[in-house]
């Protein structure tokens, strides 16, 4: 102030002096001698020059003093309401005193005001002198050399009460060795270290393993149960990963660090082996820092990502009741699959020679043989008919649990969207005629070609028909296929009662069937769709369904494309194109071919020898595989067919050994069985495996294919 005071006594001095000066104001000019009149007037005008631009830089500079002053006053003004608005405590240290402190921290340690504080050592801070000076020693070494200080510590307020807080400051100026001021940040993380607390109990609790692995692929954190599972000890955890766990494992964590979109938090999981034959399911995800609030995700998704969480999973009991489980139904299926087999083709015969045989005798005229007659017919088709529904309903249980088990056999192969819905749409004609449904096929030209398994994607365009037709009473049902991404959509749509949006999303879970249990029937046992689902989703493709109540339903699934391949492989697929366009063989005329029938069930023994003599044939019946080998020494034979469940030796025995014999190796062989391993007959070397409830009219085709391909030899 008394600067300023003095430029302004200077300045108006200086005015007044040249005033004088300009109008002349002498008492006379005779004290200055030897200088003419002119003379003086021009060097009293340039002096009075010079002092009036003095005077104008003292003005400029006296208002620019005032100006700075003014930004100071509203730079304090600004910075006092910043400090003292702040969700943090801040304060300035000199010599471990406070001298500058705002109310959030006063407030944090239970002060009225921040002068309370002021002045204070910082001492009441802590709740022990040793955590003041251990805190204190290590905090102003690292402040002085200039870097920041960060620690959590237990903080004390004025009543005694403790809490967690995070301490972090740096130096205002780390030159000044001595006595230099330190600025500093108390936050309150209390509730945070009690949430962390809480975690750790939980993590350290769980029976599944959990670690993390940091930016450096290091193993940054684990719970005991990662210990134990994999019989580490703290020391081999600082390796590196590839020497700690398998290969897949590591893919796992590879996998998240490539793809470290923090959009997309996808989980990856794989089934590993661990020692003692365990089986476990490991499971990656992406880790991030919680800065949501302060960045939008797409600023900070690369920076935020701060490692990998695995989580690994003992799933041995698991896989064991799954294993039971599946292994029950496909013994029970089993078993029920061979009575059926044998009621199924029984009346199948019986219907047959009722109508070729019994009816062309009976005395039609008399009303009372006809109507039996007509209701024999009748029951003999709603036995094959419900022979053929439970045949359905079983397969269904099969499929599902052969696909959670993964035994599923995928025969990939190419094909075109337009074969696939004319032999769904065909399959399913006489449930349309039933109900007297139209049928329209809506295909897009010029679609590029599937490759999947054919009979699958068959399978489950059949569901969706099937399906449109149950719930459809007029009308038609369109199935349709074009180009959808780099897929092909097939769908079905029908105008039939609609789908409620509860029940939309249950549709594709199994057992799971829409309408009202108490009033409608149930029809089926709820797989049809589920397994679509599964055999969809298997090639990585999407499977869904549009409704309205009384408007009728879509469904859609994609089908992925064919990719080209080489030139051998496009002879295989044409072939394989000829005979997907070829119709089937029908005719099968028996020409005295011997024909050996092995299969330890009698009725199965019985009901095909009748199926094969009818139609020509000579049989002959082994009732085990030792029987059978025993037969074909003594007699020749031109076929066998032969089931794999039997006493003693099993069917693919009895392969093996026909097919490892100069004499033998050349007789066709069918298997027919409950057992699905066609994989394993067909390395043994037969010729055909089927499947026991097989339509006979497919079996004799069989037959009679190979036989006939044994003669043109």
């Known amino acids: 102030m008394n600067a300023e005071n003095n430029i302004e006594k200077e300045s108006a001095g200086i005015s007044a002096y040249i005033k004088r000066v300009l109008n002349h104001e002498f008492d006379s000019l005779s004290e200055i001698s030897g200088i003419t009149n002119s003379e003086l007037a021009e060097s009293i005008m340039s002096l009075a020059s010079e002092y009036r631009n003095s005077l104008i830089r003292t003005e400029d500079y006296v208002k620019s003093l005032a100006e700075e002053k003014n930004k100071a006053a509203q730079t304090q003004k600004v910075y006092g309401a910043m400090l003292n608005n702040s969700s943090v405590g801040i304060t300035l240290v000199r010599e471990r005193h406070f001298v500058i402190v705002n109310k959030k921290m006063a407030e944090m340690f239970g002060y009225d005001s921040p002068d309370e504080l002021i002045g204070k050592l910082s001492r009441i801070c802590y709740r022990s002198d040793r955590d003041f000076q251990e805190i204190g020693r290590s905090a102003y070494s690292t402040v002085r050399a200039g870097l920041e200080y960060k620690v959590e510590y237990i903080a004390k307020r004025k009543d005694g009460s403790e809490f967690w807080c995070l301490l972090s400051g740096k130096s205002v ?29 939980i993590i350290s609790s769980l029976s599944d393993a959990l670690f993390v692995v940091n930016l450096h692929k290091k193993i940054s954190s684990y719970n005991f149960a990662f210990l134990s599972m994999f019989g580490f000890n703290e020391k081999e955890l600082g390796r590196d990963l590839s020497f700690l766990f398998d290969e897949k494992i590591n893919e796992l964590i590879n996998k998240v660090f490539l793809n470290r979109d923090i959009n997309k938090k996808t989980i990856y999981a794989d089934e590993i082996e661990l020692s003692g034959s365990r089986i476990c399911k490991a499971t990656a995800t992406s880790m991030y820092l919680d800065i949501e609030n302060s960045l939008s995700k797409d600023d900070y998704a690369a920076d935020a990502f701060a490692g990998v969480v695995v989580t690994v999973r003992d799933i041995t009991k698991e896989k064991e009741v799954d294993m039971m489980k599946t292994d029950f139904i496909s013994t029970v299926s089993h078993e029920l699959r061979t009575p059926l087999t044998s009621i199924l083709g029984f009346a199948n015969i ?36 419900e022979g053929q529904r439970l045949t359905s309903l079983i ?52 679609l590029p070609d599937i490759y999947a398994d054919k009979d699958r994607f068959i399978q489950v365009i059949i569901n969706f028909l099937s399906n449109a037709v149950k719930f459809t009473s007029y009308g038609d049902i369109t199935v349709g296929a074009k180009s959808f991404r780099d897929s092909v959509l097939i769908s079905v749509l029908d105008k039939g009662a609609g789908i409620s949006k509860e029940n939309l999303t249950k549709v594709f879970e199994k057992f799971k069937q829409v309408g009202d249990t108490l009033t409608d029937k149930p029809k089926g046992t709820g797989l049809g769709l589920p397994i679509c689902k599964q055999i969809v989703e298997h090639y990585g493709g999407k499977i869904w369904a549009e409704s309205e109540i009384g408007e009728g ?11 080209e ?63 059978a080998l025993n037969k074909i020494k003594r007699k020749k034979y031109d076929l066998v067919i032969l089931d794999v469940m039997m006493p003693g030796l099993s069917g693919f025995d009895v392969a093996k050994v026909l097919k490892n014999s100069p004499e033998t190796m050349n007789i066709p062989i069918i298997i027919l069985s409950v057992v699905e391993d066609k994989e394993t007959g067909f390395k043994i070397g037969v010729e055909k495996y089927l499947i026991k409830g097989v339509e006979y009219p497919q079996l004799l085709n069989e037959v009679d294919g190979l036989l006939n391909k044994r003669v043109s030899k």
């Open 565 to 627: 391949q080489s030139s051998s492989t496009h002879i295989k697929d044409f072939i394989e194109q000829i005979k997907n366009s070829a119709p089937p063989a029908l005719g099968y005329g028996g020409t005295s071919k011997k024909i050996l029938i092995v299969d330890d069930d009698g009725n199965i023994r019985k009901l095909l020898k009748q199926e094969l003599e009818y139609a020509g044939y000579i049989t002959d019946e082994a009732s085990d595989g030792l029987d």
């Open 553 to 563: 339903s879509t469904f859609y699934f994609t089908a992925p494309l064919y990719k």
């Open 173 to 201: 100026n780390p030159e000044e060795t001595d006595n230099a001021d330190s600025v500093w940040i108390f936050q309150d993380i209390d509730e945070r270290k009690r949430q962390e607390s809480q975690s750790s109990v």
């Open 350 to 385: 019986i219907s047959k020679k009722f109508k070729d045989s019994v009816y062309p005798v009976l005395n039609l005229e008399d009303k009372k043989i006809k109507k039996t007659a007509d209701q024999i017919e009748s029951n003999l088709g709603i036995i094959i008919s």
């Open 395 to 446: 397969n269904d249980v099969l499929d599902i649990a052969k696909m959670e088990a993964g035994k599923v056999e995928w025969k990939d192969e190419r094909f075109t969207s337009m074969y696939a819905i004319e032999h769904a749409v065909l399959a399913t004609s006489s449930l349309f005629q039933e109900k007297k449904l139209g049928i329209v096929t809506d295909i897009e030209d010029g």
